[in-house]
């Protein structure tokens, strides 16, 4: 699948610079002209004229909702509220997905927790169908008592998790190396809230309290500023779009590393036991190119 296309004739030049125009703006969300809701019936809600999107979860379903745009690559935002209380068993997703059996996908997952204990996020990058790349960490803030920002740069040269401008996680393109990289397929956001107490929350030893439902999480401010799929590829002019070639400097390389000494749970790089013979290949790069 072609990821770019240049010009050939001064029709297409035309149909291209339209296409350029928008694919390179940035979207402030409209959560009725940029999502749809596509499950849960009335327990996807909009508000305020479409700037707050919320899903509830109860014992019958849950909800989610979608981008009505599909991207290949870009720096997508969301601010999220997430599910307060005793969320044990719960799970609120926001990614990014191609469709297929050799998917690729951009994974924040916020796994639910007793009251009192700390959410985790859940990261993990697909490529090709394949994942097992989790990373996983625990808030320094509670996720449930405001709106924080939580953004996914994807560019051709890596792939950066950020929570409130802080990166926690970084993801490079190493096919050089023989390591798939998403730059292929084009992908369209997705999240929902979903019960999955059989594993969320402490490997699915705490189940969902029903009696607290409905569960909510609430959604606004969703931004995109990205290559928008249209007429069958995508195209984006690198010089007019800074997430094009955005890397860490080396402060935020600096905030990486005190999140990730203070507040990672889970790295699938430091696993003995699920890779007793030897580490992706990623992990021995990562720090290093």
Known sequence: MAAFRSPSSAST????????????????G?????????????RAQIYDGGNLLTLSLDKISGSGFQSKNEYLFGKIDMQLKLVPGN???????????????????????????????PY???????????????????????????????SILWNPQRI???????????FKNLEFLGVPFPNKQKMRLYSSLWNADNWATRGGLVK???????FKASYRNFNTDACVWSYGSSYCSPNKNAWYWE?????????????QDNYMVYNYCTDKKRFPYGFPTECAFANIL
Request: charged share 20%; hydrophobic share 40%.
């Open 13 to 28: 030049g035309l149909v291209l610079l339209f296409l350029i125009s928008f694919c390179v703006a940035a979207f402030a």
């Open 30 to 42: 409209n959560f009725y002209q940029n999502c749809d809701t596509v499950w849960g019936k009335d």
């Open 87 to 117: 969320s044990a068993g719960t799970v609120t997703t926001y990614y990014l997905s191609s469709k297929g059996e050799t998917w690729d996908e951009i994974d924040f997952e916020f796994l639910g927790n007793l009251s009192g204990h």
């Open 120 to 150: 985790i996020v859940h990261t993990n990058v697909f490529c090709q169908g394949k994942g097992n790349r989790e990373q996983q960490f625990y808030l320094w803030f509670d996720p449930t008592a405001d709106f924080h920002t939580y």
């Open 160 to 170: 950066v998790f950020y929570v409130d401008g802080i990166p926690i996680r970084e």
């Open 208 to 214: 969902t309290d029903w009696s607290k439902a409905p």
């Open 247 to 259: 890397e860490l400097d080396f402060a935020k390389k600096g905030q990486m590393k005190w999140v």
